[in-house]
């Protein structure tokens, strides 16, 4: 499809008319880019300009656009039957077969997947199943969740308030008072490795320690912060978090709703430092973002547990779309198609492809700080001083002329948070592609610097 100039108006005219976009702010949709197809790692929009999706969409079209063989399993899934559901007696060969699968690529303690529409809803069920294993204990007395600063988890009441970031907060409350971040402790002296952004693993004992650990039924954490800022971690902050669950006898969930699924070069992230979670939530690339899917996974511990309960502690949460045939047969084809590409393995030698080249272009830059990457993730903060590290103010409005340049100029789509430029690729990506991005970064950089 390409439309002429007036159509592009009046249907642009029309969204703005009608349609309320997720983070909605009426400027930012002036002049929106509308989509029409795309094929590997290139959107097209209805003008028939081409772009690299840089961002894998949002962080989840793992295996490109325009995969024939997943129109098809969705297709071949729908002619069969509409739907059925799970509950109670019922179930169907989609989300059976694709729960043993999931369990395979997932950490060893993984036992049982219940199937959700969203990474939102995954956090939300993460949560009330480490409240309900803990009743289950006889400790209703752990309930609250501790979660990090700059991190996402969604945007339902609870996702909400579990997410690190104050823009999400503001004019929405008042949020879960049970949920509570970490913040630096005062005087803190300790021998860990801080983070890219900072934190260390005393953070979150701090915060346990600040709200009683008999109080604390879960932390969640993303293993690379992802939506915040693309900020990876030390090599000791996941081991350490560990130790610290077991020592309060906390549970750790991992958000593994960007990591998960080859994006940090392993199947899931925490693979990387050899620690396993209580609960893993996912959702994005179980399907590529072909359909709406998400899930959050249990530990054999915890499987067992609800397989003990009582007769009056039924699990009451439940979805109609819970283990939708459609989504699990997509979902299905997706992974097999990973596996057959052997994408995982793409991401680590591509995710070190992009970190070079982001190096190479932008190392050394007067107003370049804080190159990072974990696999296909990777991304960099715009400085006004790069030697004292000084930040733009007001902040995001240089990132933003980044961000326009490399779209208009270099066609490359990728996505900022205040004054960080994220990049995630589509796992598919190649080398050429990725020298593309490289090359639209840079030139945008030293275009709207000046230097
Ligand atoms: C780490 C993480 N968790 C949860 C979510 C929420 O997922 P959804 O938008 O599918 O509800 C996101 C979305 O970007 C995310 O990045």
Redesign the pocket.
């Known amino acids: 499809m390409t439309l002429d100039l007036d159509t592009y108006e009046a249907l642009a005219r029309e969204d703005q008319t009608h349609l309320l976009h997720p983070q909605y702010y009426a400027p930012d949709h002036e002049r929106p880019v509308v989509f029409d197809h795309g094929q590997g790692v290139w959107l097209v929009d209805v003008q028939g300009k081409r772009y690299i999706d840089a961002l894998a969409s949002?962080?989840n079209v793992a295996v490109g656009h325009g995969r024939g063989e997943l129109a098809d399993a969705a297709a071949e899934q729908m002619r069969k039957v509409a739907f059925t559901n799970n509950y109670v007696g019922f179930s169907n060969v989609p989300a059976i077969r694709l729960a043993s699968k999931v369990i395979d690529l997932a950490y060893d303690n993984m036992q049982g997947v219940f199937f959700t529409n969203?990474?939102?809803e995954s956090?939300e069920g993460a949560l009330k199943a480490a409240r309900f294993y803990w009743n289950l204990q006889g400790r209703p007395g752990k309930v609250k969740l501790i979660s990090r600063e700059r991190s996402?988890?969604?945007?339902t009441l609870a996702?909400s308030a579990m997410t690190g970031l104050p823009a999400f907060w503001k004019y929405f409350g008042p949020l879960a008072p049970e949920i509570s971040h970490t913040k630096k402790p005062d005087n803190l002296e300790c021998d860990c490795t801080p983070n890219s952004d900072g934190e260390c693993a005393c953070w979150m004992e701090q915060a346990i320690l600040r709200e009683d650990p008999d109080t604390v039924a879960a932390i969640i954490v993303?293993p690379v912060k992802?939506?915040g800022g693309v900020w990876t971690p030390s090599d000791d902050y996941f081991p350490r978090l560990r130790e610290i669950c077991d020592r309060y006898e906390v549970l750790m969930i991992a958000?593994e709703?960007?990591t998960g699924f080859g994006r940090t070069g392993r199947w899931f992230a925490l693979e990387h430092w050899g620690v396993q979670p209580d609960i893993l939530s996912i959702?994005k690339a179980i399907t590529s973002g072909y359909v709406p899917m998400?899930a959050f996974i249990v530990s054999a511990e915890i499987f067992e547990a609800l397989k003990q309960a009582p007769t009056d502690a039924r699990f009451m949460h439940a979805y109609t779309n819970s283990g939708h045939p459609t989504a699990a047969a997509v979902g299905l084809r997706n992974l097999q198609i990973m596996e057959d590409e052997r994408l995982v393995e793409n991401a680590a030698v591509m995710g070190e492809v992009l970190a070079d080249g982001l190096r190479g272009a932008l190392e050394g830059h007067p107003n370049v700080a804080k190159l990072r990457h974990l696999g296909l993730m990777a991304g960099f903060s715009l400085v006004k001083d790069a030697t004292t590290g000084e930040t733009f103010e007001p902040s995001a409005q240089t990132a933003i002329r980044v961000q326009r340049h490399m779209r208009e100029e270099g066609g490359v789509i990728t996505r900022i948070v205040a004054d960080h430029v994220v990049f995630a690729p589509p796992l598919v990506v190649n080398a050429s592609e990725i020298g593309q991005i490289v090359d639209a970064t840079r030139a945008a950089v030293r275009a709207v610097t000046g230097t």
């Open positions: 949002l962080w969203s990474g939102s956090n996402y988890h969604g945007g996702a993303e992802g939506a958000d709703v960007i959702a998400g």
